[in-house]
C-alpha cells in the first residue's frame, strides 16, 4: 500500500468522520443520494436535507413515483436544483432499466444521469466496496499539493495527471473496508485539514512528503482559474397580488429553475401594465418596485427587479396553464428558488412590511 494511502488510514481511525447519517449502511440509494446532495454543498447544510428527504422518500421506489414537484419542493432551498431532476429521472431509470436494483459497477453507475466519474466512484465504494479513485474538488487540491502538480485542475492535462495520481494512490492490496476507510479519510482531510484557505498543515497526516509544504507553495497550488468577471443579466419579476393570492408561474425545464414556481418575469424596459393585460389578460395598479434582489449563478449574476401589482380586474388565470394564485405562506412549501422564497418572506410574511398578507 502507499504510504499515501496508509497514513490517510491511520489518521481517519482518530480523527475522521465515522457518524454521518449517510454512514449508517451499504445501501447504493441512501449512499447516491448523499453524494448527489454533497456536491458543491457543505455537509452541515446536506445533513436536515437528507433526513427529511429519506423520511419522504425512503427508497428508489418512492422517489420513482413521486410527482417531480413534491421533489423539487423538498430540494428548495439547497441549490443546483438539476441535481433534483436528475435524482428523479434517473430514479426512474432504475426502475424500469435495473428492476429497481442500483447498478454496482463504476462504469454503469457512470451512465446514470447526473453521476460523474468520481461521483460514480464514491457510490461504487461506499455501497458496493469496489475499489475506484474519487477525484473531487477536496482530492484535487490535496494531491496537486501533496505531488506539487501546477496547472488548473479544470485542464484537461492537468486533471489527467490527478486522475492518474488519484489512482496510482489506491489501497490497492486492501483488506476488507480499507477502500470505504481511505475514500472517506481523503473526503475528511479535505474538509478539516487541507482546506483551501489556511491548511492545518501541522496536523496532517502526509506533511512529511509534501511537495508543496516543502517548497513552500501551499498557498499556490492548486492553480487558480483565470478569472473573467462574470456577465451580469437583470430581468424584472411581477408579484401580482389578487386578495389575499400572489400569482406564481411553473418555469419552464430545461433551463435556469426549470420546473420550479416563480412570480412571472418580464425583459427590462417592457411595459409592465400593457404585458399584464396583453399576456395575462388582466388589468393591473401598479403599486411600488420593491428593492432589487441580486442573485449569482456559477455562470452569471443575475439582478431582479420586482415590481408589487395589483389586479384590478375579476378575471381568473385557471384557463392559463402553468399559473397559480397561492398564498405566499403556502407558497413557501412549494418548489421554489431562494431568491423568491427572500422576496416572498420579506414582502409578504415580515411584521415590518406595509404588504404583510
Ligand atoms: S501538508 Fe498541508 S498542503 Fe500538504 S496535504 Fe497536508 S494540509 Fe495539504
Redo the contacts with the bound molecule.
Keep these: 500500500m502507499s504510504a499515501f494511502a496508509e497514513q490517510l488510514i491511520i489518521w481517519h481511525d482518530q480523527h475522521g468522520r465515522h457518524h454521518l447519517p449517510w454512514q449508517k449502511n451499504r445501501d447504493p440509494y441512501a449512499i447516491w443520494l448523499s453524494e448527489i446532495m454533497l456536491q458543491q454543498t457543505q455537509v452541515n447544510m446536506v445533513i436536515p436535507y437528507y433526513a427529511r428527504f429519506m423520511q419522504k422518500f425512503p427508497t428508489i421506489s418512492s422517489l420513482a413515483q413521486a410527482p417531480l414537484d413534491a421533489v423539487l419542493s423538498l430540494w428548495s432551498g439547497l441549490g443546483y436544483y438539476a441535481r433534483a431532476r436528475n435524482l428523479h429521472v434517473t430514479a426512474r431509470k432504475v426502475m424500469h432499466h435495473y428492476q429497481g436494483q442500483f447498478p454496482c459497477t463504476r462504469e454503469a453507475i457512470q451512465h446514470l444521469p447526473g453521476i460523474g466519474r468520481s461521483t460514480a466512484a464514491a457510490i461504487a465504494v461506499f455501497a458496493f466496496g469496489q475499489c475506484e479513485a474519487i477525484l473531487d474538488g477536496n482530492v484535487k ?2 494531491l496537486a ?2 505531488f506539487g502538480i501546477s496547472g488548473f485542475p479544470g485542464e484537461t492535462k492537468t486533471q489527467n495527471l490527478l486522475w492518474k495520481k488519484a489512482e496510482e494512490s489506491l489501497p490497492i492490496h486492501h483488506q476488507n473496508g480499507k477502500i470505504e476507510t481511505y475514500t472517506q479519510a481523503l473526503m475528511d ?1 479535505g474538509t478539516a ?2 482546506t483551501r484557505r489556511a ?3 501541522k496536523a ?4 512529511s512528503e ?1 511537495v ?2 516543502k517548497e513552500n507553495r ?1 498557498d499556490q ?1 492548486p492553480t487558480t482559474k483565470p478569472r473573467k468577471p462574470l456577465p451580469q443579466k437583470e430581468t424584472t419579476f411581477l408579484l401580482l397580488m389578487q386578495q389575499q393570492n400572489i400569482l406564481l408561474e411553473q418555469r419552464p425545464a430545461p433551463g435556469i429553475w426549470g420546473e420550479l414556481w416563480c412570480p412571472p418575469e418580464i425583459g427590462i424596459g417592457i411595459d409592465v401594465i400593457t404585458y399584464c393585460q396583453h399576456n395575462l389578460n388582466i388589468e393591473v395598479r401598479a403599486l411600488i418596485e420593491l428593492p432589487i434582489l441580486d442573485h449569482q449563478f456559477t455562470h452569471f449574476k443575475l439582478r431582479i427587479h420586482p415590481q408589487l401589482l395589483q389586479v384590478t380586474s375579476s378575471e381568473s388565470l385557471a384557463t392559463l396553464p402553468k399559473f397559480i394564485w397561492t398564498k405566499p405562506s403556502d407558497a413557501l412549501a412549494k418548489g421554489i428558488p431562494a431568491p423568491v422564497r427572500k422576496l416572498l418572506k420579506q414582502t409578504f410574511l415580515s411584521k415590518f412590511s406595509p404588504y404583510r398578507i
Excluded: S
Design positions: 487540491r490535496i499539493r501533496y482531510l485539514v487541507c491548511p492545518l498543515c496532517c497526516p502526509l506533511q509534501c508543496a509544504l501551499v497550488l
